[in-house]
């Protein structure tokens, strides 16, 4: 089963977009602990050291710039975590 379509991404996104207000970006702190299950300050400091699981930047120069995650980038990292789980669940059921 493909769960990662691009119609099912572009989906996600949309679900996404009508989640946060509609923005191209949502900021890191925002997005942290429902998907990503870490607190905020956990959340940038994997940032600052790029050891999230997807890219996020900072729009402006400063270091005081908010981390952000582009929606179209969040909807595919969900959209591959179900994939990945779907497909362990699926191994098991054959398993059993």
Sequence with gaps: MALNSPNQIRITCDLLREQFGQPIFVRLEEI?????????????RRASEGALPFPVTRLGDSQKSPWVVRISTLAAFIEQKCQADYNEWSKAQFMN
């Design 32 to 44: 942290s602990e429902i998907y990503l299950g870490m607190n905020s300050t956990t959340a940038k």
